[in-house]
């Protein structure tokens, strides 16, 4: 705990200014917040030992007796790579934002911005100290510049949050504009107003876990990416994350030793019913290299999965549909989620990898209510933007605009795989016949005759997809048994290590509302 400064009677000595580091080193009293890990144990968690270096230790020193300001500001390594760091320590004044909180954090996120520093974000901040309002909020060094600095650094430099409290009112968009965000059970929240305010402004009653909660934002809203337990697995993620990309976006994602798949057994894997479930992921585990799978958005939208795994040490962005999850099917969320995460791995020059087994976006009132053409219009547009190299495996069916959204060959994926469950269509068998033939089939009146005709008409539109067709007429590069899709994928990973940029193309696109 520390103490308040005692008011100088002189010239500051070596020991008046010794004494204030101590202090604000020391932070506020953190027995009144015993379930929290203290910011600079999560400091140590984060850095390399010994290699933080910190900036204005002093601020407020003289006047305010607000240790550090509340935020710790500085430059460490994480394996040996230079990271900028924002840690709100919440034992001074609940981590809250006055003028010179928001002066170091802009002054960091400049030099973030100036010598391409990959930034940690270890949010715990109650929002702006109403104490100081003109002080943070409305001029050229206050919050918005924050964010305007926030959005500058996006895609030029990884950005990663770990949310260890709250997050409030404007200051909710310093995880918003994160690249990863990471948040703690129990402790961590993000909301605009708060439950009272929430209540006095519109008469709802509500809770801070159900309003802004951990849980919530990982399942619901997709704000959080990851819920953890505990402080340190929280910080243990983010490093662990910055292993998979690179400093800058100039810069490839570092490699790593290969190692072996977990697994490697195939065999009933994936069902040729098109209509029976597994896990996608026991499919993407037996081909990455063992323990590399950093899911993200887990619980978000869990008919699609994403994250980033290593093949031979080289860093992939996975993405993939889920059959054990509503089939599989596209949604508004789930096209949200994949648009991120392809924008994420562009930005860092991360390659693309499109696992298929999809029917197609989901159809129906609700989801066309809900904007699932202007949803699915972004995922297509960050996907054909992309230009990392794409490599698509289609794993079983693959159908309607589903398949185009997963890197159709007219997409210029790399290389289109398919394995030997795969088929690939307008629409399924079954369901064409019922469409192309629905005034036929009604007009059956024997169940044995109908059943007959249907089953001859599906035999047929089965021809018209099959893999050696899709071979022949060059819609697959290759078909490839379970066992060697790997060593397929690795080989033409590797070949494409040269690839580069297209210098004169657009800046960007404009992505659809």
Not at 175 to 181: G, I, L, N, R, S
Not at 197 to 217: R, S, Y
Request: overall charge negative; some cysteine.
């Amino acid at each position: 705990m520390s103490e308040a400064p005692t008011e100088l009677k002189g010239p500051p000595t070596a020991a008046d200014v010794s004494a204030a580091a101590d202090r604000a080193r020391a932070g506020g009293d953190p027995s009144r917040w015993p379930d929290k890990m203290p910011v600079r144990d999560r400091l140590a968690v984060l850095f390399d030992p010994g290699t933080f270096v910190e900036d204005g230790l002093l601020a407020s020193a003289i006047d305010q007796g607000l240790p550090a300001d509340g935020v710790i500001t500085g430059v460490g390594r994480v394996e040996g790579r230079p990271v900028a760091v924002i840690a709100h320590d919440f034992t001074v004044k609940a981590g809250s934002w006055g003028e010179l909180t928001c002066e170091k954090q802009i002054r960091i996120l400049e030099r973030a911005d100036r010598d391409l520093l990959p930034v940690v974000y270890l949010v715990d901040s109650a929002g702006g100290r109403l104490t100081d309002q003109m002080g943070f909020f409305p001029g050229r060094r206050g919050a918005s510049a924050i964010f305007n600095l926030q959005v500058k650094l996006s895609g030029r430099v990884p950005q990663i949050c770990c949310l260890h409290g709250p997050s409030a009112a404007g200051g909710a968009y310093m995880p918003a504009f994160c690249d990863w965000v990471g948040m703690v059970d129990g402790n961590a929240s993000m909301y605009l107003a708060s439950p009272r305010v929430a209540e006095k402004t519109t008469g709802e009653k509500t809770t801070l876990e159900e309003m802004g909660g951990a849980m919530m934002h990982a399942t619901v809203s997709g704000c959080g990416d990851e819920v953890f337990d505990e402080d340190w697995e929280a910080v243990a993620a983010a490093r662990l994350l910055l292993s998979y990309l690179p400093d800058d976006f100039r810069s490839p994602p570092a490699w790593a030793p290969p190692r072996l798949p977990e697994r490697e057994d195939w065999e009933g894997l994936i069902p040729e019913d098109p209509n029976a479930s597994y896990e996608v992921r026991d499919v993407i585990d037996r081909f990455v290299d063992g323990g590399s799978f950093f899911e993200i958005k887990a619980r978000w939208a869990e008919e699609m999965v994403t994250g980033l795994a290593r093949l031979d040490g080289r860093v992939v962005g996975i993405v993939a549909n889920q059959p054990k999850v509503r089939s599989g099917a596209i949604f508004v969320d789930s096209a949200d989620k994949a648009t991120r995460f392809v924008s994420l791995c562009d930005a860092f020059n991360v390659p693309l990898l499109f696992l298929q087994d999809v029917p197609g976006f989901m159809v129906g009132v609700g989801v066309e209510r809900q904007g699932i053409i202007r949803h699915g219009a972004k995922m297509i547009t960050a996907m054909a933007s992309a230009e990392v190299p794409k490599f698509t495996v289609v794993l079983r069916k693959a159908y309607a605009a589903g398949f185009y959204a997963m890197c159709a060959p007219g997409f210029e994926p790399r290389a289109t795989l398919a394995l030997p469950t795969a088929t690939i269509g307008p629409m399924g068998p079954q369901a064409s016949v019922n469409a192309v033939y629905a005034n036929k089939i009604a007009a059956i009146s024997d169940e044995e005759e109908r059943a007959a005709f249907v089953a001859a008409r599906t035999v047929e539109q089965q021809a018209d997809i099959n893999l050696l067709r899709m071979g022949s007429d060059l819609v697959v590069d290759a078909v490839v048994e379970f066992s060697d899709l790997r060593s397929e994928l690795v080989a033409r990973i590797r070949d494409a290590d040269r690839w580069t940029r297209d210098p004169g193309r657009r800046h960007h696109p404009i992505s659809p509302v």
